[in-house]
């Protein structure tokens, strides 16, 4: 396998477009997890997702993120308008089950100027 | 106070040397996790523990549930095991420590 696989690898954009990143997850995983890193913040879980389900939503810092798992092989964060505060490595991940060893993706690094 | 409390934050070790990195945590938990992070961001996960101890190469983890607290071990350190490696506890949702930061010298 592949591994977990994320789109775009770097993202710049201006600050209020639209940015979308792309996470397709091990196959067979049930779990989906986004993930963001900063300096400031180290990493925090943004959302989760068990069988293409959002569980946890809690983390996803306001109403501009968003996140959808049409199938479970794919899975999108957007973020509408992003601002410059936005700007970080989002990781996604995927397990077999919620408590179970996670693989992540190489991360998209997002800047937003 | 953190949720999950990593020491050192920065260590450094020549070739060869033992090292110990320690997670000591506040909440109820029913897995703790040690990650590898290189140097190039990609995120490796290295152990996943509920009890008692595991082994994988030069790398040994252990936890101690009823003291909160884990820590993870390289035996015969080497450069290449320079990187920054995380704990994270799962009650329900993973909680990340900040990190400690290695660098192991030739």
């Known amino acids: 396998d592949a591994g977990v696989i994320q789109s775009p690898r770097h993202e710049v954009t201006e600050m209020g477009q639209e940015v979308t990143l792309r996470c397709k997850p091990i196959?067979?995983?049930?779990?989906l997890f986004w993930y963001r890193q900063t300096m400031m913040r180290g990493l925090e879980l943004l959302i989760y997702?068990?069988?293409?389900?959002?569980?946890?939503d809690s983390g996803m810092p306001e109403d501009r993120f968003s996140a959808k798992m049409p199938n479970a092989s794919f899975s999108t964060l957007k973020i509408q308008p992003s601002e410059p505060r936005d700007s970080a490595v989002y990781f996604c991940?995927?397990?077999?089950?919620?408590?179970?060893?996670?693989?992540f993706g190489p991360g998209t690094r997002l800047t937003v100027t | 106070k953190n949720e999950v409390e990593q020491s050192p934050q920065n260590l450094t070790a020549q070739e060869g040397e033992f090292i110990t990195i320690n997670c000591s945590y506040s909440?109820?938990?029913?897995?703790l996790h040690w990650l590898q992070q290189h140097p190039g961001g990609g995120i490796v996960s290295l152990f996943m523990?509920?009890?008692g101890k595991k082994k994988h190469g030069r790398l040994i983890a252990t936890i101690n549930i009823q003291e909160k607290h884990s820590s993870l071990h390289i035996t015969a350190s080497h450069p290449r095991d320079s990187a920054v490696y995380i704990c994270?506890?799962?009650?329900?949702?993973?909680?990340f420590g900040t990190g400690t930061r290695l660098q192991v010298f030739p």
């Open positions: 991940a995927s397990s077999l089950a919620r408590v179970d060893e996670q693989y």
């Open positions: 196959s067979g995983h049930n779990s």
């Open positions: 997702f068990n069988n293409n389900v959002p569980i946890d």
């Open positions: 909440v109820g938990i029913s897995a």
């Open positions: 523990l509920s009890s």
């Open positions: 994270a506890v799962n009650p329900d949702k993973l909680i």
